[in-house]
T-cell receptor, first 114, second 106 residues
């Protein structure tokens, strides 16, 4: 199965700043998604990262707050912009690999905003 | 995308079968049902999926009702390491519900 490297694994950031999270996969993938998991909650889909075009955002998430890049089939970034304490969450990337059942999830980035 | 409903929590004795139900009454005819689990502090892990027929793999069995409105994930011999949150998803795009927190008791 695909191996995902998600960086950083955790960070503590000041409010008003931005953090860029990287998701690197060891093989070419078709689908890439970004999720947020707030403390004690389920996962919420932020957006689908589309290769070579703008990401598709879910209701309640906007590009200005969560810009996403996907320059190729193995890499994507999610930026959390102008952070507030409410952005404190675990952010996970997920990928679909051709010929593999189900999607593979990264181990997540634990973000704390102070 | 299908909305799923699961009981918030369940307990199961170690060594016994754990049967986790999921209601997905709005699922469409060509949407697969997927099951994942999330062990504390890790990303979700794929378990099994199915469309119409019952499925079995090395981790679990999946029973889907004939009308496809519900399914049951069966862990045949639960161990302490199976303690996790289990998510049932019915969609092309993964919209996670609240899941079932399974606690396996020694």
């Amino acid at each position: 199965s695909a191996v995902i490297s998600q960086k950083p694994s955790r960070d503590i950031c000041q409010r008003g700043t931005s953090l860029t999270i990287q998701c690197q996969v060891d093989s070419q993938v078709t689908m890439m998604f970004w999720y947020r998991q707030q403390p004690g909650q389920s996962l919420t889909l932020i957006a689908t990262a589309n290769q070579g075009s703008e990401a598709t955002y879910e209701s309640g998430f906007v590009i200005d707050k969560f810009p996403i890049s996907r320059p190729n089939l193995t890499f994507s970034t999610l930026t959390v912009s102008n952070m507030s304490p409410e952005d404190s969450s675990i952010y996970l990337c997920s990928v679909g690999v051709p010929g593999q059942y189900g999607y593979t999830f990264g181990s997540g980035t634990r973000l704390t905003v102070v | 995308d299908a909305k799923t409903t699961q009981p918030p929590s369940m307990d199961c004795a170690e060594g016994r079968a754990a049967n986790l139900p999921c209601n997905h009454s709005t699922i469409s005819g060509n949407e697969y049902v997927y099951w994942y689990r999330q062990i504390h502090s890790q990303g979700p892990q794929y378990i099994i999926h199915g469309l119409k027929n019952n499925e079995t793999n090395e981790m679990a069995s999946l029973i889907i009702t004939e009308d496809r409105k519900s399914s049951t994930l069966i862990l045949p011999h639960a161990t302490l390491r199976d303690t996790a949150v289990y998510y049932c998803i019915g969609a092309y795009k993964y919209i996670f519900g609240t899941g079932t927190r399974l606690k396996v008791l020694a």
